[in-house]
């Protein structure tokens, strides 16, 4: 009897503790003082935007646990950047694999089951960039294709037309094929958000470049940001003389925030007098930058994008990959980076984020960066939360704790009556 009472008594603790953590969670996406009510997202890159999935990512592929952990940690948006170019005939009819449809429609599938957002582009697709002429209509068939094969889906799936046009892809030739890919996508997604940038990369400073169609009122326009490109991109292997930039910082002195401002202050201007929504579609810094400064720069512009009222969103580049927030298999949160998107996150608990302290921060995971600086930057994450590794939060373990449970009633009392 003394042990039953013993062992009710321990499953009743474990269960409390689980409870109690879990709803001690905020839950909700908006910050006290902050009436940011937009999208926050994150790029699934590196995988379906690769030529093959799993060729860019050591052989992993996107699994269900990709979109729950995004969805654990308080996103409510993923960006899946996708090179349909690589799953299609070369020549006409442009006919798109049915086994990559297959899989991409997993895809989606298993991030709706997170309730989450979904936005495909195509991305990738140089071919085009380099000789757009020859390829404007396999660019338009795949659209075709595309648009048909989701039309039916919930208008959580959002279509975003290309990725980046640059090069050969001028104004003149993106402004006439964007209106041609919407009205071919209009078909069928008459209700669809539908969303389109400008060319050089996305850049802000081509968005006077940009003719939209007027009578679509449903399309979001998107732009990337990576400024200053020597700090974001420092060691990328995919940007010749990177190297050379290594050890840069981003310290958030106010020239440094004027910079950023100031370029930011183009899109909020250009939305407000075209009257149209923003969405910060990429924004990132390389793994090689000192961690310090990687959470200092996303926290600095994360905030900025969220304190304008035509945004509709922004997305992280990216979640898994060079730039992540996680390690590729997904063991570790980077939580300073983070806390830095989601200061709220069910995951962080994050202070102090923007006074200067001589804290050094302590951050879990995954800091490869070799050096040191002075760190200007405080964390205090949970108690509770800092006992257990990252690999588990509570809100993951809560349902191996009710699972336990009653296994251990019935072994118990098993035990008993022998
Ligand atoms: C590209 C990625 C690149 C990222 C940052 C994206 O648009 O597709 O390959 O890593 O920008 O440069």
């Not at 690769?50 to 592929?61: D, M």
């Amino acid at each position: 009897m003394r042990l039953r009472n013993e062992v009710i008594f321990f499953i009743s603790l474990i269960i409390s503790f689980g409870v109690s953590n879990y709803s001690s969670y905020p839950r909700c996406h908006v910050l006290e003082n902050n009436s940011y009510s937009g999208y926050r997202g994150v790029n699934l890159g590196n995988f379906l935007e690769a030529p093959s999935e799993g060729e860019w990512s050591n052989g992993i592929i996107i699994q269900k646990k990709h979109f729950y952990r995004i969805a654990s940690a308080g996103f409510n948006l993923v960006r899946i950047p996708i090179r349909w170019n690589a799953h299609a005939m070369a020549t006409s009819p442009y006919t798109i694999n049915d086994s990559f449809f297959d899989r991409v429609d997993w895809v989606i599938n298993q991030g709706f089951t997170q309730n989450l957002s979904i936005i495909i582009n195509i991305h990738h697709y140089n071919e085009l960039m380099d000789h757009p002429e020859s390829h404007k209509d396999r660019l338009l068939v795949l659209w075709q294709q595309i648009s048909q094969h989701y039309q039916n889906y919930s208008n959580n799936l959002i279509f975003e037309i290309l990725n980046e046009p640059y090069g050969n892809l001028t104004n003149t030739l993106w402004n006439q094929y964007l209106q041609e890919a919407i009205d071919i996508i209009r078909i069928a997604n008459p209700n669809r958000t539908l969303i389109v940038g400008p060319t050089d990369w996305n850049n802000v400073w081509a968005l006077n470049e940009l003719i939209l169609p007027q009578n679509d009122s449903n399309i979001v326009v998107t732009f990337h940001f990576y400024s200053p490109f020597e700090f974001t991109h420092q060691g990328a292997e995919w940007v010749s003389g990177s190297n050379a930039w290594l050890g840069k910082n981003w310290n958030g002195s106010q020239s440094e925030k004027d910079a950023i401002n100031y370029e930011f202050d183009i899109a909020i201007n250009w939305a407000k007098a075209n009257n149209k929504r923003l969405f910060l579609g990429e924004f990132g810094v390389y793994q090689y930058a000192f961690t310090n400064s990687r959470i200092r720069w996303t926290t600095y512009v994360r905030t900025k994008a969220e304190s304008h009222p035509e945004m509709w969103g922004w997305t992280y580049w990216e979640f898994c990959a060079g730039f992540g927030i996680m390690d590729s298999s997904l063991t570790y949160w980077n939580k300073g980076l983070l806390g830095s998107l989601l200061p709220d996150s069910p995951l962080i608990i994050i202070t102090n984020t923007d006074t200067p302290s001589t804290t050094t921060s302590s951050l879990p995971a995954t800091d490869t960066t070799t050096g040191s600086e002075n760190s200007t930057v405080s964390y205090s994450m949970s108690t509770s939360q800092s006992n257990i590794s990252s690999v588990f939060t509570y809100l993951e373990i809560l349902p191996i704790l009710l699972l336990i449970s009653p296994i251990t009633v019935f072994y118990t009392k098993r035990r008993i009556r022998k």
